[in-house]
């Protein structure tokens, strides 16, 4: 099975005037900052921060825990900033760790690491030290831009080059080995060089989720492909004028994806170093924010919040969720106590974006990952590369302008006739959507049949009395493989052994009941909210 959405000619001039107007392009200021922006930095980040600074120089480019930076104060702190990076020895063409959480200062060095033709390595702040080593030793990075409170992460790194720490925080001429630099030092010095010379552009590298073990880096071209882009902004009602709450981590694909939306748009990003789901209900309220960019593990966390329903979320628009599958109980859930404000995009950090699904498609059919998008093609094939029947199972295969280049360690993914495989399995109905049954590597195969924990997770999590759930499978005797189910209770609700089994074998087949079952106090997740299913 086939969908394509890479067909120019389903344009039309009326979509086309639509994402004009949304977008702010047909503002007679927009297009020469665009051209003259992207003169000066090339189809880069800096390049879309640099044309909003010219066209909407007060507008709020960041909102975060502690103030606001507009436009032209962030282009101009990122150039000084680029400067500094030179001036410290991290020379173009190198590249740069980036262990930064959600804050101005994220923003700040990924677009003067761009304005300096610096390579950003993304690093996951929630690493422990020795992957922390790990990875910065396998990237090659020629130095550092942490947050104070993760500088003991480097600790007992190998790392000789210069360290610039950001978020805040002290820094004394013993720091690291005095190898250590606050950004605005950085930023001092470079305010003292003179104008950089363009650089040639370079893609960043993102970590993948690392669920299975230390995170790969996903390695892109230089290249830039604004098809992807364009067909999200089609389907999801962006404008300039939003004001974006990206909850999700900025150093993963999808929060970054988001941030560099938000600037492409000249809108207003909203963020909080840590996620707490009332502060961000009060943030949305405070704010007036009219898109939120989630991921599913978040959703559920805000929908268990006592404040959900007090809070005022008329102004909220837009509920952007990717990065894991979104639960059934919780689109169900959303859709009634919110509103149709939600829109779940299907991809990953190899292949991009690739489908999405709108409040009608998901109020239609709460389980699926939509239809494919405007730039991308998917195809659904069987284990030797030949396309199965419409409603068929097989491998979610994945073309677009978006995909990586291959891992950074070596290898990459399958590729069948051009297109990319994502890792999942799945089936598109009759109608165009997209059905993803699970990771490819998570099926179960207990007694010769297969299962997908999804279905029997989405079944378990709709029951009042559980919070969260993750199904594995595990070695049998008999039968190969058995279910097990690891389950988090909703605090004051009771449920038993028994009635879990009780419950799937009144809805699904006798392969699909756990035989085990386990109550937890939590599920291993990683910082985007997908299951670390091997430490269960």
């Not at 063409?93 to 959600?102: F, K, L």
């Not at 399995?425 to 993803?436: I, M, N, P, T």
Request: charged fraction near 20%.
């Amino acid at each position: 099975m086939a969908a394509d959405g890479s067909m120019a000619s389903r344009w039309s001039p009326e979509a086309l005037f639509d994402i004009g107007r949304r977008v702010g392009l047909l503002d007679p200021r927009r297009v020469p900052s665009v051209a003259a922006s992207t003169a000066r930095w090339g189809p880069t980040v800096a390049a879309l921060y640099a044309s909003a600074a010219l066209s909407s120089p007060r507008r709020a480019a960041v909102v975060d825990d502690h103030g606001t930076l507009s436009y032209a104060d962030l282009d101009r702190r990122s150039t000084q900033a680029a400067k500094g990076l030179r001036h410290i020895g991290i020379e173009a063409g190198a590249s740069i760790g980036v262990a930064c959480r959600n804050h101005a200062d994220f923003v700040e060095i990924t677009v003067a690491a761009a304005k300096a033709g610096l390579r950003c390595i993304y690093l996951n702040t929630g690493f422990a030290a020795p992957q922390m080593t790990e990875v910065l030793r396998r990237e090659d990075v020629a130095g550092v831009a942490v947050d104070s409170a993760l500088l003991h992460l480097l600790d007992d790194s190998d790392i000789d080059g210069p360290i610039v720490v950001t978020g805040g925080g002290l820094v004394d001429g013993e720091t690291l080995g005095g190898r250590a630099r606050a950004l605005a030092e950085v930023r001092d010095l470079g305010q003292r060089r003179p104008p950089l010379l363009a650089s040639m552009p370079i893609a960043p590298v993102l970590l993948t989720s690392g669920t299975t073990g230390t995170p790969k880096g996903a390695r892109r071209g230089n290249r830039a492909d604004p098809s992807v882009a364009t067909g999200i902004i089609e389907q999801i009602p962006y404008r300039h004028d939003d004001v974006m709450a990206v909850t999700s981590p900025l150093f993963h694909a999808w929060g970054l994806a988001q941030m560099t939306l938000a600037a492409g748009l000249g809108a207003t990003v909203v963020l909080a170093e840590s996620f707490d789901p009332d502060a961000t209900l009060a943030q949305i309220e405070r704010e007036r924010v009219t898109v939120l960019a989630v991921v599913p593990a978040i959703l559920q966390r805000l929908l268990a919040s006592p404040m959900l329903d007090s809070t005022d979320l008329s102004s909220l628009r837009i509920v952007a969720s990717s990065g894991s599958a979104l639960p059934v109980p919780v689109v169900e859930a959303w859709l009634d106590r919110v509103g149709p404000n939600l829109y779940n995009l299907y991809g990953s950090t190899e292949v991009g974006q690739a489908t999405l699904a709108t409040p009608d498609d998901l109020a239609h059919a709460p389980s699926t990952a939509g239809r494919v998008m405007r730039g991308s093609t998917i195809r659904i094939l069987d284990e030797s590369g030949a396309e199965v029947a419409t409603g068929s199972i097989g491998r979610i295969f994945v073309g677009n302008g978006a995909q990586f280049d291959g891992y950074t360690g070596g290898g990459g993914k399958e590729v069948v006739d051009g297109l990319m495989s994502s890792g999942d399995v799945g089936y598109v109905d009759d109608g165009g959507l997209l059905f993803v049954t699970g990771r490819a590597d998570d099926m179960i195969v207990s007694g010769g049949e297969n299962v997908f924990p999804r279905e029997v997770e989405d079944l378990l999590l709709a029951h009042p009395a559980v919070a969260d759930v993750a199904v594995v499978g595990v070695d049998d005797d008999d039968f190969g493989q058995r279910l097990a189910a690891h389950i988090v209770k909703e605090p004051g609700r009771k449920i038993t052994k028994k009635q879990v089994r009780e419950l799937v074998g009144a809805n699904l087949a006798r392969h699909k009941v756990p035989r085990d079952v386990h109550f937890v106090d939590e599920l291993p997740r990683t910082a985007t909210g997908k299951i670390r299913r091997s430490r269960l």
